[in-house]
């Protein structure tokens, strides 16, 4: 008989172990599993073949006739004729509009057992519906994302519309090329940002963004009244990219005797004329009794008085201009109404432009002094001293050391300004405003003066502070021979 041996309750210890671990890497994989795929979102179409799915590893989109997982670094877009959104496990909805493409970057349970998400918007625009527990961030750019928390949103590149909020907040941030936040600002339920190039750059430069109501005529659209009445469930939406323009359409009661304006350039009434130039000026003729014309922009929700109109003109012209947020790329609806003495408005005529054009606007061009000895620092016996240079594309006003040249108006691309230094050093700062007031660009030099050698008469008092433009007579100094005050310019125009 063999002895017993003294290892078998180690091989049975062993054997357990073994069993132990395997049990345990099994079951970590099988709740890692499922609660990886608790987090992430399904894929609905409620019409085949419209909600198409690009795998993370795959080269060819393909369409879901049924509920799909979509994977994180997966890409997936809403053909048109159909409702498509993602839909989450805390209940939190994301509707693309018809022609959007997103990708999911990531997709993880938080701990208040909803869903925090990350979307990369590629094309279009989207509806969410958040829950309350969920965060979900949409890099809308390369500079600018949005995060929300709860609530209703309407969001594209071209910009953010908080339509409901559960006061968890939400926030709009701009980036910098390392994906830093340079600057955020918390939106509010019905407030709006219009994401424009123009808009842009002037966030860029003031470090802030351009915060606004959303327009009245938005909670009349279709589209607000459909969504907002069925929270939560899938129906058909309309375009989230199109905007609702201001009226253009006059009650009956308000409605001018006065004829529709004419257009005639780019094209007439009615037309859709394919452009590619990044600045279109569209041109037409009035009715005899038009006190004032009104241009609107459709897409932009941009409606525009044309400042250099005046009673009795017989002509208009309206700048339309990529920079100025008002040529977009595709299709571009403009409806011009003349206006009489009483304020009532004509019938409308309209051109749509369809801007071929680059998507991305040309970079707007900065301010520069020119002369004297081109905008750098100088030292000049005489005076007066003529100061000259360039202005950026969307400057409607130029102001020197605070004072606003008047003759300068939008459209103008140089200025002129006469400088009568009296000190030994004059710093003169040079500022170009957009149409709203805001800062675009400016450029600065020192001009030092020797008063030895001037032909003209310095005054001992202290001299007058109203600075004048080229052209103008100097007032705090005694010309030989003075220059006429010219006629006085009308008003900037768009």
Do not use: C
Not at 413 to 424: E, G, L, N, R
């Amino acid at each position: 008989m063999s002895e017993p041996t003294h290892w078998a309750p180690f091989l049975w210890g062993g054997a357990a172990i073994l069993l132990g671990v395997g049990i345990f890497f099994g079951l970590q994989h099988f709740f890692f599993q499922n609660t990886a795929e608790a987090s992430l979102p399904k894929l609905y179409s409620e019409q085949l073949s419209r909600g198409e799915i690009l795998p993370r590893d795959g080269t060819t989109w393909m369409y879901r006739d049924k509920p799909v997982d979509v994977w994180e670094s997966d890409s997936v877009r809403s053909l048109f004729g159909t409702t498509v959104y993602l839909s989450f496990v805390d209940g939190s909805l994301v509707y693309l509009d018809q022609g959007a493409e997103l990708t999911l970057q990531s997709s993880k349970k938080n701990t208040r057992n909803g869903t925090d998400a990350v979307l990369l918007l590629k094309k279009g625009g989207l509806w969410v519906e958040g829950a309350v527990s969920s965060t979900i961030t949409v890099i809308l750019s390369d500079r600018v994302r949005f995060e929300m928390s709860g609530g209703v949103f309407m969001l594209s590149s071209e910009g953010v519309r908080v339509l409901n909020d559960s006061g968890s907040g939400s926030t709009l941030s701009y980036l910098g090329t390392n994906g830093e936040v340079m600057f955020s600002k918390r939106l509010s339920i019905g407030q709006e940002v219009i994401l424009s190039p123009q808009n842009l750059i002037v966030a860029e430069q003031t470090s802030a963004f351009t915060v606004t109501p959303i327009s009245p005529d938005f909670y009349e659209t279709a589209l607000y009244k459909t969504r907002m009445k069925n929270p939560g469930s899938p129906s058909p939406i309309s375009d989230l990219s199109a905007s609702p323009s201001p009226s253009s359409s006059p009650t009956p009661t308000d409605l001018s005797s006065l004829p529709a304006p004419t257009i005639t350039s780019p094209g007439k009434n009615g037309e859709t004329v394919s452009v590619k130039g990044a600045r279109q000026e569209i041109s037409g003729t009035v009715p005899v009794g038009t006190a004032k014309i009104m241009v609107t922009h459709k897409e932009s929700q941009d409606e525009h008085e044309l400042a250099q109109f005046q009673p009795g003109d017989t002509s208009w012209k309206y700048i339309a201009h990529a920079l100025y947020g008002n040529l977009l790329p595709g299709t571009n609806t403009y409806t011009v109404v003349a206006i009489d003495k009483e304020g009532k408005k004509s019938l409308g005529a309209s051109l749509v432009l369809d801007y071929t054009g680059d998507a991305a606007a040309p970079v707007a061009s900065a301010l520069r002094i020119t002369t004297p000895n081109n905008g750098n620092d100088t030292t000049v016996s005489k005076v007066p001293v003529t100061l000259t240079g360039t202005a950026p594309e969307l400057a409607a006003y130029i102001e020197v050391n605070d004072y606003r040249l008047q003759k300068f108006k939008l459209g103008d691309t140089s200025w002129s300004y006469i400088a009568t230094p009296t000190d030994k050093k004059t710093v003169y700062t040079v500022r170009a405003l957009d149409k709203n007031g805001r800062f675009l660009s400016s450029d600065k030099m020192t001009i030092t003066f020797t008063a030895g050698n001037s032909p003209v008469a310095i005054p001992t008092a202290k001299p007058s502070t109203k600075p004048t433009e080229a052209t103008t007579p100097a007032p705090t100094v005694v010309v030989p021979k003075p220059v006429a005050t010219p006629a006085p310019t009308p008003a900037p125009t768009s």
